[in-house]
């Protein structure tokens, strides 16, 4: 069992319409999560952090994180066709003498969003 | 402020060889973390630096190597080079303090073929 587990997609969005991607984890001991859009070709850009249960919004992107059931989800708002990319969820594991917050990355989901 | 910069940003190598990958952090960034990038899979944590001592090694073996220098930058060393080690490689930098809030900052990557 993958420790990050998405699905792969693609994921296709109508333009305007909300693009909803979901994150499951393994580590309980995993205290802070990370949204990352990744074009095609580019490194992945940071988005959304949450380490808190509940929501977190910021601009058209809403990031949930429920702990007790070791789920992660990230909303996209009238999505646009700039939106289509990879979007990946990583967890950020706590910091100890032997790893000091390495983030374990799920494989990703593919948005497409459609004019 | 210059982000997280990558050299070389892409690199072709010969089976058997040896490979240098630099990065230079943020700048006041003191933690720098290493990733590898296969295609179609997410970001797999290699090592990570901070104040120029390793404090996290992923599941790679020990052709990889990594150093982190007074000025923080650091070097990525892949010796006797696979064809699997073709990748996107990645480096990231962060406060360390802030880590949980803010995650990581990537650079553009270093994209090796093995050939």
């Known amino acids: 069992q993958k420790e990050v587990e998405q699905n792969s997609g693609p994921l296709s969005v109508p333009e305007g319409a909300i693009a909803s991607l979901n994150c499951t984890y393994s580590d309980r001991g995993s205290q802070s999560f990370f949204w990352y859009r990744q074009y095609s070709g580019k490194s992945p850009e940071l988005i959304m952090s949450i380490y808190s249960n509940g929501d977190k919004e910021d601009g058209r992107f809403t990031a949930q994180l429920n702990k007790a059931s070791q789920y992660v989800s990230l909303l996209i708002r009238d999505s646009q066709p700039s939106d289509s990319a990879t979007y990946l969820c990583a967890g950020g594991s706590r910091m100890t003498t032997d790893s000091w917050g390495k983030l374990q990355f799920g494989a990703g989901t593919q948005v497409v969003v459609t004019p | 402020d210059a982000g997280v910069t990558q050299s070389p940003t892409h690199l072709i190598k010969t089976r058997g060889q040896q490979v240098t990958l630099r990065c230079s952090p943020i700048s006041g960034h003191k933690s720098v973390s290493w990733y590898q990038q296969v295609l179609g899979q997410g970001p797999q944590f290699i090592f990570q630096?901070?104040?120029?001592?390793?404090?996290g090694r992923g599941n790679f073996p020990d052709r990889f190597s990594a150093r982190q220098f007074p000025n923080y930058s650091s070097e990525l060393n892949v010796n006797a080079l696979l064809l699997g080690d073709s990748a996107l490689y990645l480096c990231?930098?962060?406060?360390?303090?802030?880590?949980?809030?803010?995650?990581?900052?990537f650079g553009s990557g270093t994209r090796l073929t093995v050939v």
């Open positions: 630096y901070y104040e120029k001592e390793e404090r």
């Open positions: 990231a930098s962060s406060p360390l303090d802030s880590l949980i809030r803010y995650g990581y900052t």
